[in-house]
């Protein structure tokens, strides 16, 4: 066990919608990565979160954004969604060090049909 | 700009023999090197990771890899692979000079360990 937990596992949706993802961090971590997993694009880094401020922006599509509330927990928006959006969304959480690992939750499975 | 290859999408092996799955990496300051595995319906789970000193690192089940600066590769190996090895194996690298410290991954390697 990480001690990330993301929720839900999965989750079906049709195309237009919006859903939320949520993670929470380890404890004692501050910062939050989300990470998308295609079939076919590896992991693709989405935005990170530091003690509640955005630190760094992947290649996030404007419909997708993110926030960190007070307690750390994290949360992933996508709206209007897409077919081409169904993939696998991982949360990973670290202490703000270089030379520490990241931690990732279990990830959340999102298909659109 | 920070990437990283790993350019075998799969990786085949019998059941004992030594395995190994290759990465390179594109830094523009220092690394920090990362191995990660993830069995299927799993999140990624930390093997190792390399920071500094010995290039030899060795992780979690029986996993090692070793860092070569000027081939610029963090390639993963095991003596004697098991079946229970099969997996999707990613690197990772960490550039110093960003500050956010985020992760960037290669494409994944399956490797798959025949009886």
């Known amino acids: 066990d990480s001690g990330v937990t993301q929720t839900p596992k999965h989750l079906i949706t049709a195309t237009g919608q919006r859903v939320t993802l949520r993670c929470s961090p380890r404890s004692g971590d501050l910062s939050v990565y989300w990470y998308q997993q295609s079939l076919d694009q590896g992991l693709q880094f989405l935005i990170q979160y530091y003690n509640g401020e955005e630190r760094a922006k992947g290649n996030i599509l404007e419909r997708f954004s993110a926030q960190q509330f007070p307690d750390l927990h994290s949360e992933l928006n996508l709206s209007s969604l897409e077919l081409g959006d169904s993939a696998l969304y991982f949360c990973a959480s670290s202490e703000i060090r270089a030379d520490t690992e990241a931690f990732f939750g279990q990830g959340t499975r999102l298909t659109v049909v | 700009a920070q990437s990283v290859a790993q350019p075998e999408d799969q990786v085949n092996v019998a059941e004992g023999n030594p395995l190994t799955v290759k990465c390179t990496y594109s830094v523009s300051g220092n690394p920090y090197l990362f191995w990660y595995v993830q069995y299927p319906n799993r999140g990624l789970q930390f093997l190792l990771k390399?920071?500094?000193?010995?290039?030899l690192v060795k992780g979690s089940y029986g996993f090692e890899a070793e860092f070569n600066k000027s081939q610029t590769s963090f390639h993963l190996k095991k003596p004697s692979a098991l079946v229970s090895d099969s997996a999707l194996y990613f690197c990772?690298?960490?550039?110093?000079?960003?500050?956010?410290?985020?992760?960037?991954f290669g494409s994944g390697t399956r490797l798959l360990v025949r009886p």
């Open positions: 990772a690298v960490r550039d110093l000079m960003d500050s956010s410290y985020k992760l960037i």
């Open positions: 390399y920071i500094t000193g010995d290039n």
